[in-house]
T-cell receptor, first 116, second 114 residues
Framework: AQSVTQLGSHVSVSEGALVLLRCNYS??????LFWYVQYPNQGLQLLLK??????LVKGINGFEAEFKKSETSFHLTKPSAHMSDAAEYFC??????????????FGKGTKLSVKP | DVKVTQSSRYLVKRTGEKVFLECVQD?????MFWYRQDPGLGLRLIYF???????EKGDIPEGYSVSREKKERFSLILESASTNQTSMYLC?????????????FGSGTRLTVV
């Protein structure tokens, strides 16, 4: 069965510093991978997704993620943090099948704080 | 702008009440989902539906039921609300499952059971 692990439930960075949020998945075949962002008291918004085209995926708000098959990772990065990036971030994975195997499986989330 | 709309942002109900959480999407999506979100536990799947009148149990269906009479509407029902069902509830939809489509989420309903 698919699973996804986000290392670090809470990450704190200074404004202008690099943001790195870690995500590892377990799958026997390359899956689809997603990053979502959730601002306080809101739903989740898609940041970016990997569907087997380029391994480096660019998303909204300056975020990007790199799919590394050898490391089974899909870490999210942003070169320079902004105060408005403070939010909770969720990594998600799905199989390349229909039916319930294709449902998204979410990590437990990483809360990003940005210090002035 | 495509949308998933959850009827209530905040809801306070009493223990034992029957509670209905409504979700409507305007994207003609086949697939709809209900999650609950709790601190440190992430998103947990309660029920999902791939078609009208179709429903499947997710990982934590106990204490919940669902209804999908029309394609655009997916309702979550708490048959007899309990305090341990106090949570954020999120509805989502997608055009296709397992095809690289992401989900579109509603804004969530924060339910408090007292």
């Amino acid at each position: 069965a698919q699973s996804v692990t986000q290392l670090g439930s809470h990450v704190s960075v200074s404004e202008g510093a690099l943001v790195l949020l870690r995500c590892n998945y377990s799958s026997s075949v390359p899956p689809y991978l997603f990053w979502y962002v959730q601002y306080p008291n809101q739903g989740l918004q898609l940041l970016l997704k990997y569907t087997s085209a380029a391994t480096l995926v660019k998303g909204i708000n300056g975020f990007e993620a790199e799919f590394k098959k050898s490391e089974t990772s899909f870490h999210l990065t942003k070169p320079s943090a902004h105060m408005s990036d403070a939010a909770e971030y969720f990594c998600a994975v799905s199989d390349r099948y229909g039916g319930s195997q294709g449902n998204l499986i979410f990590g437990k989330g990483t809360k990003l704080s940005v210090k002035p | 702008d495509v949308k998933v709309t959850q009827s209530s942002r905040y809801l306070v109900k009493r223990t034992g009440e029957k509670v209905f959480l409504e979700c409507v999407q305007d994207m003609d999506h086949e697939n709809m989902f209900w999650y609950r979100q709790d601190p440190g536990l992430g998103l947990r799947l309660i029920y999902f539906s791939y078609d009208v009148k179709m429903k499947e149990k997710g990982d934590i269906p106990e204490g919940y039921s669902v209804s999908r009479e029309k394609k655009e509407r997916f309702s979550l029902i708490l048959e007899s609300a309990s305090t341990n069902q106090t949570s954020m509830y999120l509805c989502a939809s997608t055009a296709q499952v397992g095809d690289g489509y992401g989900y579109t989420f509603g804004s969530g309903t924060r339910l408090t059971v007292v």
